[in-house]
């Protein structure tokens, strides 16, 4: 009875780093997003995918990477860790009978040095 | 552009009612949804409304006027657990969902 799940859950990194976040659900859910969470923002949608090994950008999806080779997972890389990258990252998936909802993992803190 | 607006903080008392407004300009509509998110904690689902009119659900009530872009949350008989932010979410046109910024309820005993 995971659900989704997210790891690491706080992240500290250096400037230029790769670093990559790791989402799992256990619902076999088609669709999964990543959203990052910033004070004074709205949840951001980066990446989020229908299917496996099927992905499409979102609203800021630049200097982020994504694959889904299993339907159950789906990381979210930073190539190139920047400042502004530093902020809270949630997965979240949607599928099943109650096909509009999204239900989100614990997230991820991550800080970028 | 798309643009989803709500209070950035309201404050009410323990027991008391309280209404969280959300107006919203989307291109396209498939449904609006309210998440409570706790701090530090995931967001999680409270509501879908996709024809107008009032949900109630236990304590909380969500309604929608699509015409005039429009969503309240209504919170009865508060508790002080229900101390959290609420979001508001709208589904465009491209069923993605926009995000407000959240409405920070402080409950005071």
């Known amino acids: 009875d995971a659900g989704i799940t997210q790891s690491p859950r706080y992240k500290i990194t250096e400037t230029g780093r790769q670093v990559t976040l790791m989402c799992h659900q256990t619902?076999?859910?088609?669709?999964m997003f990543w959203y990052r969470q910033d004070l004074g923002h709205g949840l951001r949608l980066i990446y989020y995918?229908?299917?496996?090994?099927?992905?499409d950008k979102g609203e800021v999806p630049d200097g982020y990477v994504v694959s889904r080779s299993k339907t159950e997972n789906f990381p979210l890389t930073l190539e190139s860790a920047t400042r502004s990258q530093t902020s809270v990252y949630f997965c979240?998936?949607?599928?099943?009978?109650?096909?509009?909802?999204?239900?989100f993992g614990p997230g991820t803190r991550l800080t970028v040095l | 552009g798309q643009n989803i607006d709500q209070p950035t903080e309201m404050t009410a008392t323990e027991g008391a009612i309280v209404q969280i407004n959300c107006t919203y300009q989307t291109s396209g509509f498939n449904g609006l949804f309210w998440y409570q998110q706790h701090a530090g904690e995931a967001p999680t689902f409270l509501s879908y409304?996709?024809l107008d009119g009032l949900e109630e659900k236990g304590r909380f009530s969500s309604f929608l006027s699509r015409s005039k872009g429009y969503s309240y949350l209504l919170l009865k008989e508060l508790q002080m657990k229900d101390s959290a932010s609420y979001l508001c979410a709208v589904r465009d046109s491209n069923y993605q969902l926009i995000w407000g910024a959240g409405t920070k309820l402080i409950i005071k005993p």
């Open positions: 619902w076999s859910h088609s669709y």
């Open positions: 409304n996709v």
């Open positions: 979240a998936s949607s599928g099943g009978e109650e096909a509009d909802t999204q239900y």
């Open positions: 995918s229908a299917a496996a090994d099927i992905t």
